[in-house]
């Protein structure tokens, strides 16, 4: 039955065709009518997820329903944190994408190279726990991990996490699909290509005019629909 769930479950299933997310990684999008609160699967590997699995939680990371018993993320609060401080940001995507970890163990910075990648803006920054946390296992399971983690990020749409993976933070769930998997392939063609020769990236301008492009409800629509495809979700 189309409705916020069902699309939220389906975006769980494009970013694991895609192999934006494997066991791990979920995608979580602000509930429509009731701004404090977000929608997001039990703790479930993202292949798997159903229209049935989504759950409703406040913007302190916590279901809800309160009798909800079944298992959460347990890094819920990146979604929250975000959702929290960015009042334009409706849908979230934590992954640890493969191509996209090796910016966030170096000096090499991640930037928009390709025309399809735009959404991921011009500055991405790098955040790191153990700044302020010291030693971790890495995982954001609480608020304050996660406001830590939303202050790095200020306004932009993505951040890398060091030795972890990345969170992407869009206006609309389609948005929040297309930009993690066009970051993945940024970060894979940036890879390859350092390999050649010197980098040529995206201007700050060629950013903003690409993005914009990405955006118009068409382009995001025919995207949409092959990423769906492609899942071939079943349900
Ligand atoms: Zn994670």
Not at 82 to 110: C, K, N, Q, W
């Amino acid at each position: 039955m189309p409705g916020p769930a069902y699309d939220l479950a389906l975006a769980n299933r494009i970013l694991a065709r895609e192999g934006v997310v494997d066991a791990y990684g979920h995608v979580s999008l602000r509930h429509p009518g009731q701004e404090s609160r977000f929608l997001l699967s039990c703790s479930r590997s993202p292949e798997l997820v159903t229209p049935q699995d989504i759950m409703e939680f406040d913007l302190a990371g916590e279901p809800a329903d309160r009798a909800d018993e079944r298992q959460t993320y347990l890094e819920r609060f990146i979604h929250s944190a975000v959702y929290e401080s960015r009042g334009d940001v409706m849908a979230v995507v934590h992954s640890h994408s493969p191509a996209v970890l090796p910016f966030s163990i170096t000096d090499a910075p991640l930037r928009p190279a390709i025309h399809t990648a735009g959404l991921i803006g011009a500055r991405i920054p790098v955040w790191d726990i153990r700044t302020k946390f010291g030693d971790t296992d890495m995982l954001v399971r609480n608020m304050e991990q996660g406001r830590d983690m939303a202050r790095n990020l200020g306004a932009c749409s993505v951040i890398l996490m060091r030795g972890h993976g990345c969170t992407v933070a869009a206006a609309d769930l389609k948005e929040a699909v297309i930009a993690a998997i066009y970051l993945q392939l940024n970060a894979a063609v940036q890879l390859a290509a350092c390999q050649l020769g010197k980098l040529r990236y995206l201007s700050d301008s060629e950013t903003k005019l690409t993005a914009e492009t990405n955006r118009l409800p068409a382009v995001k629509a025919r995207m949409w629909d092959y990423y769906v495809k492609r899942a071939d979700a079943g349900f």
